[in-house]
């Protein structure tokens, strides 16, 4: 079963080849294909929010089968905050290549098809791990200069311009990445919009608590009047406290925090230099079919004691 498998495999790895050769190939017109969306965009104003056809693929038949998959909407807005200009069909099949390698050499150097098949997959992983870390890191950095472009948009309120023009003003000369983000809102107002909707769309992508306190009194301002710009000084005064207390609080969890990252990597270092040394040393363990369910439950007792320990060091600061 094992070569069978593997020849499976190989097959799969030749055919994604040739796919991602045909979907690099096609990759010359996007940018002229970007441009012409975007003029035609603009010649359709609505009042109503704005849907686009979004292209997974240059390949007919990949880009419907990733149309069909809700996920594929999920690893496409995660695609977006890294800025790269890459199709989703491209970055799928990219990933099903870097597996099938790791599959390739895993099986050649320990001829164990199970292993193989697990490194594999591990492998094909760390894509998409990078991606939700990028995300990640992408939202702290957009609250953490957050304050800095509402001082941008109560300088523009009371110089005597409105909130569209105040946004262009972040867009233009706020930090990243909160200038790009509120440069997808000017163009979603420009298209015909309603600004609470634009606003809405920009609190799909970035799910942050303080954008939905400031999304809030837009909006509030806007169906019962007032002035915008007290509201938004105690907006950013709320904002900065929250930025304050949550720093106080990484400091005092960080023992904690770096004390469970050497537990749980501890067990795979420890394994993996005893492998090096022995590299038969754990054929019972794989092989046999007592020595499988221990390594199961070994790693489910794993994946529970961190997931206990990321509870126990992780606050929230509503």
């Known amino acids: ?91 799928v099949l990219a990933d099903v290549l870097w597996g099938g390698i790791a599959l390739v050499i895993s099986f050649l150097v320990s001829q164990k098809i199970f292993l193989a098949g697990a490194i594999a997959l591990g492998m094909m992983a760390l894509p998409y791990w990078f991606l939700i870390v990028n995300k990640k890191r992408y939202v702290n950095r957009f609250t953490v200069v957050f304050p800095d472009a509402l001082m941008l948009i109560k300088s523009s309120l009371k110089a005597g311009q409105g909130i569209q023009a105040a946004f262009k003003m972040v867009a ?51 169906e019962v009047g007032g002035n915008l710009v007290e509201l938004l000084t105690h907006v950013e005064h709320t904002i900065r406290e929250r930025l304050t207390m949550f720093r106080e609080i990484n400091v005092l969890s960080a023992q904690g925090k770096v004390t469970g990252i050497v537990l749980i990597m501890l067990p795979v270092g420890l394994a993996f230099l005893l492998w090096l040394m022995n590299p038969k040393y754990f054929d019972p363990l794989l092989e046999e079919e007592m020595g499988r369910k221990v390594f199961g439950f070994a790693l489910f007792m794993q994946a529970i004691g961190a997931m206990l320990i990321r509870k126990i060091t992780t606050f929230r600061v509503a």
């Not at 603009?42 to 056809?53: Q, V």
Request: hydrophobic share 45%; aromatic share 12%.
């Open 1 to 91: 079963m094992g070569p069978l498998l593997f020849a499976l495999s190989i097959s799969v790895f030749i055919g994604c080849a040739i796919y991602f050769g045909l979907e690099f190939l096609g990759r010359g017109s996007i940018k002229e294909n970007r441009k012409i969306k975007t003029r035609v965009e603009s010649l359709f104003l609505r009042k109503a929010g704005i849907e686009r056809n979004t292209s997974f693929s240059n390949i007919f038949r990949l880009n419907q089968a990733l149309k069909r998959q809700p996920i594929s909407k999920k690893i496409f807005k995660l695609l977006s905050f890294t800025g790269w200009s890459m199709p989703l069909g491209v970055f």
């Open 172 to 222: 233009k000369e706020g930090p990243h990445p909160v200038a790009r983000e509120f440069a997808h809102v000017v163009h979603e107002i420009e298209l015909g919009s309603q600004l609470t909707e634009a606003l809405g769309e920009l609190y799909r992508r970035i799910e942050t608590i303080d954008l939905r306190i400031f999304i809030l009194g837009i909006y509030i301002q806007s």
